[in-house]
């Protein structure tokens, strides 16, 4: 097949290339034409379709004094469940406290080769205000709104290689595309004063972009319907957030529950969950060892968990796809219209409640419990089931205890007969 310039052709060429080469049927076609979007063919290259991902209410969380209603795109079943059952027990307290110290995004420029690298960075030094001023002649209505780029600092990288990261705080954007302008820029000016610069990039290491949360919850809040008393299901979820941070097996796990919400809602806000992920997760490893982000405590006199969290989030409510999509405009609209520091305070509260969610069924009744339960839909339809037999089949699943597709199979041959 000759896929050369296959990007010049209409979408309609495109899904008709693929027919007449045998890679899709008819039908499926008709699949893609259905999910034809116009904002998607102008978003993405060799556009086909879009691709659904089931978007959810995280129905109350209450953060920094308000209650929040927060769509949550995901493919998982029992993400959303469970984000709403740690949010139920985040309420019970006074909800969650968030707030960044500061929130900037860092461009890299990057000088190699450099003859005399001290040389370089007291030329940086002494030139400090005219770099901030490319910089933000490059962007110059971020400086207008009171953001733009605001400090330079140097990075020796070896003995002839110097990064000169520019700080640049981005209003309401995650700033990604303004950075990398910026960046290019001041590349630009040191080329032009004779030094070799490899190139110029944001960095998702959003070290500038902390957001700390955290949460106290009365233990009674914990207790569990097969019995375990609050105190004692916090006593187990301060053990088992303890183990995190022992070992990197148990916090890379815990570590993805605590994705489940954040990417969820990352998704559904129209931000980048790449860059996020990419920075938590090098986030999670800046002692050296990679551990859980979220921690939990019982305080001294037992009756409350504590839970606190720390993580780079650098997300905007302008920029990016985010005016151009409808659903995700839609989402802004459910959370409120917030902005930026509201979506992120909102985020880092959907991390402790999921981590709470996972946490105490790990340690009462078991992840298998809650999940397989809600996974059983997913299962039947796996198996075949139509959306008037899937109902009939989760519950006959659920009864059996027997959650996996040979007993889906069997039972839905089952409940068929049945029916005849
Ligand atoms: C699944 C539940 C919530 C059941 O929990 P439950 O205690 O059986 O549920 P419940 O019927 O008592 O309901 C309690 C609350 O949960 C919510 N809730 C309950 N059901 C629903 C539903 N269908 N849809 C929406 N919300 C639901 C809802 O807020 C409800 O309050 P109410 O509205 O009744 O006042 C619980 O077992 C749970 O939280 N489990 C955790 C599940 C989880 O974390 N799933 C993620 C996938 S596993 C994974 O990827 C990560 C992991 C776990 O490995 C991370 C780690 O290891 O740390
Ligand atoms: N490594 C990474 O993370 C990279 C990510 N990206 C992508 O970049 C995009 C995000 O970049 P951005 O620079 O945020 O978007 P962007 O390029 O759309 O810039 C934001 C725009 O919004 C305008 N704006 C209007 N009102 C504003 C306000 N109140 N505050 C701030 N800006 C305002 C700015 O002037 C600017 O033109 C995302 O789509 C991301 O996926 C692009 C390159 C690399």
């Not at 198996?383 to 205890?401: I, Q, R, W």
Request: glycine share 8%; net charge negative; aromatic share 4%.
């Amino acid at each position: 097949m000759n896929w050369s310039g296959y990007y010049k052709l209409d979408w309609q060429d495109r899904v008709q290339y693929l027919v007449d080469h045998h890679l899709i049927d008819g039908n499926q076609a008709e699949l893609i034409t259905e999910n034809y979007n116009p904002v998607g063919d102008q978003l993405v290259e060799n556009y086909l379709y879009n691709f659904g991902v089931p978007t959810g209410l995280l129905t109350d969380i209450k953060v920094n004094g308000e209650h929040k209603s927060v769509p949550m795109a995901t493919e998982e079943p029992s993400v959303i469940a469970a984000a709403n059952n740690g949010a139920r027990m985040l309420n019970q307290g006074d909800g969650v406290r968030a707030a960044f110290k500061q929130r900037l995004i860092r461009g890299q420029v990057i000088a190699i080769n450099l003859e005399d690298a001290e040389a370089f960075q007291d030329y940086v030094e002494q030139h400090t205000a005219e770099l901030l001023a490319v910089a933000n002649q490059a962007h110059p209505s971020m400086l207008a709104r009171g953001g733009g780029a605001k400090d330079i600092t140097i990075e020796p990288l070896d003995i002839n290689t110097v990064a000169v990261d520019i700080l640049v705080d981005p209003c309401e954007a995650m700033g990604a595309n303004v950075v990398n302008t910026m960046a290019e820029a001041v590349a630009q000016d040191l080329r032009s004063a004779g030094f070799e610069i490899l190139m110029g990039i944001l960095s998702n290491y959003a070290t500038e972009a902390l957001i700390e949360a955290e949460v106290t919850v009365p233990v009674v809040a914990l207790k569990t319907k097969q019995g375990m008393t609050g105190a004692e299901v916090a006593e187990k979820i301060a053990q088992a957030s303890h183990m995190e941070q022992l070992t990197p097996y148990r916090a890379v796990t815990a570590n993805k529950g605590i994705m489940n919400g954040v990417e969820a809602v990352v998704l559904a806000s129209g931000n980048d969950t790449r860059a996020v992920n990419a920075g938590m997760h090098a986030y999670a490893a800046e002692s050296g060892q990679y551990k859980g982000l979220a921690q939990w405590l019982v305080s001294d006199d037992g009756d409350y968990l504590h839970g606190y969290i720390k993580m780079p989030l650098m997300l905007g409510v302008v920029g990016g796809s985010i005016g151009i999509v409808p659903a995700v405009q839609l989402n802004q609209q459910i959370m409120g219209n917030p902005d930026a520091q509201t979506l992120s305070a909102i985020v880092a509260g959907v991390a402790l409640a999921q981590n709470l969610a996972a946490l105490r069924a790990l340690v009462s009744s078991g992840i298998q419990a809650g999940h397989m339960a809600l996974q059983a839909k997913s299962l039947a339809l796996q198996v075949g089931a139509t959306v008037s037999e899937v109902p009939l089949l989760v519950a006959a699943l659920t009864k059996s205890k027997q959650i996996n597709q040979a007993s889906a199979q069997a039972l839905l041959e089952d409940i068929r007969k049945e029916m005849r």
